[in-house]
Structure formats: C-alpha cells, structure tokens
C-alpha cells in the first residue's frame, strides 16, 4: 500500500499581492510562507517517509526543503507537478502529466510527500477518483489554501482520506487566504 501526502506549497511573494503565478512568474515564498514551510515540515519529524517528491518551481520547492531539513531525505524533483502553463499547456496534456504522476506512485510502498500547486493538486484529487463526474466535482469544488495537506492511499484503487487540511497552521496563518 502507498499512502500519498499531496502538499500545496507555502505562500508565495506572488500569493501574497493575490498574483495567480502558473509557471511563468515563479516568486520565492513570502514571509508568512516561511513561518508556514516550517510548520508543515515539523509535523513529520515522526512520520516514516519513503520519498519526498517536489515541483521544480521555487516556491514548491523550498517548501519540500523544509520537510527534508526535518527528515534527512533528498528531494526527488519532478516536473510533473508543476503548476499548467495557462500560456503553451493544453489542458488535456495538463490531465495526461498528473495522471501520469499519479500512476507511477502507484509503484512506491510507504508514505510517499509530494508538494505541488493548487491547481495540480486539484487535478490529481480529481484524477484520483477513477470517475468523470466525480473527478470534477472535486476540481471544482475543492479549496487549497497555501500549505494545506491532503492524504491519499493507494490499494487496489485510490481513496482520498482528507482535502486542504491546515489544521497544522495558527488561523492568521489562513484568514488572509480564506479572505483573499
């Protein structure tokens, strides 16, 4: 079995002026995204993780930095979590490299962090369900504020467990973003 802990990156320079950064502007993470980073990371300083899988975009990136300073691992970069290029991506090419990322985790056995961006979060959750309509009443109905956590586990057909969870955060660390 494969557990996947499918993480929203930290707020960024870019998510705190309320810019929607796709690939293009790829900011690094703002102060609160620091404090946040760090909050996300301590909650596994006792969790048995196989692998910590990152989107190559900085703000991904330097999230996933600080769960590896917390768990002694390398970071697996893989491009297929970046955020879609809203600019050069089909949205259908978009589906096919999230569901391609989803499959190969399939391949892993254990507790398996990946950090990412919203809208490949929402994708991947969507994905997940094996089902068109279902897929996208998640997609569009589903929240992912910075540095939310969601748990999905793979045995035999993958169920979600939990969805933008930031339990792990103070709320002035979410207000702004559940207000923004």
């Known amino acids: 079995?494969?557990?996947?802990?499918?993480?929203?990156?930290?707020?960024?320079?870019?998510?705190?002026?309320?810019?929607?950064?796709?690939?293009?502007?790829?900011?690094?993470?703002?102060?609160?995204?620091?404090?946040?980073?760090?909050?996300?990371?301590?909650?596994?300083?006792?969790?048995?993780?196989?692998?910590?899988?990152?989107?190559?975009?900085?703000?991904?990136?330097?999230?996933?930095?600080?769960?590896?300073?917390?768990?002694?691992?390398?970071?697996?970069?893989d491009k297929r979590l970046r955020e879609r290029n809203h600019n050069n991506e089909e949205n259908e090419v978009f589906i096919l490299r999230c569901k391609s990322f989803l499959e190969d985790i399939k391949n892993y056995t254990g507790t398996v962090i990946a950090v990412a961006h919203g809208g490949t979060n929402k994708t991947i959750l969507a994905i997940s369900t094996g089902d068109r309509i279902e897929g996208a009443k998640i997609f569009n109905t589903t929240k992912q504020y910075n540095a939310c956590i969601n748990i999905l586990s793979y045995k035999k057909k993958w169920v979600i467990q939990s969805i933008n969870d930031v339990s792990h955060l103070d709320i002035l660390e979410i207000t702004k973003q559940k207000n923004g």
């Open 1 to 77: 079995m494969v557990k996947l802990i499918l993480i929203r990156h930290a707020e960024s320079v870019a998510n705190s002026n309320m810019i929607i950064q796709g690939q293009k502007i790829d900011e690094p993470l703002s102060e609160l995204g620091e404090i946040q980073a760090k909050k996300t990371a301590k909650i596994f300083n006792k969790k048995d993780i196989v692998a910590i899988i990152s989107s190559d975009l900085k703000r991904a990136l330097h999230t996933a930095n600080e769960i590896s300073k917390v768990l002694h691992k390398n970071i697996k970069i």
